[in-house]
């Protein structure tokens, strides 16, 4: 009768502590795009991952990445996107990754110096980026 209770009491409790033991997942989301309507949609893939793995008890590192057209998202003046980055930012783990190579042509092309929005860290190339983050383990998604 011991045996059973015991046994009994480790099947009820290996849901929880499957869930303690918890995973971590590594998302890497591309934005290549400067459409309101594909920003707002790899912002919303970063929010429901980020909502999905931590009502399964995991963790999520997710590092957006936009390079090319996509960059107008951390443009300080130019995202429509900016206040949900800095809302996210606060509440999510997530990086937002601006190319270096996009940045030094749009300044060349305008002759003004790119100014980012705070959360935007700059990364030598979003491409490469992108491989980096995908030999890492990264999952990529493009959205």
Known sequence: MIRRTALA????????????????????????QNDPQVLNMALNNAQNVAAYYSEAGDEVVIEMVAYGPGLHMLVEGKSPVKDRISTMALELPITFSACANTIAGMEKKTGEKLVLLDEASVVPSGVVRLIELQEEGYAYVRP
């Open 9 to 32: 009491a480790i099947l009820a409790a290996a849901p929880l502590m499957a869930m303690a033991e918890g995973k971590t997942h590594h998302v890497a989301i591309h934005v290549d």
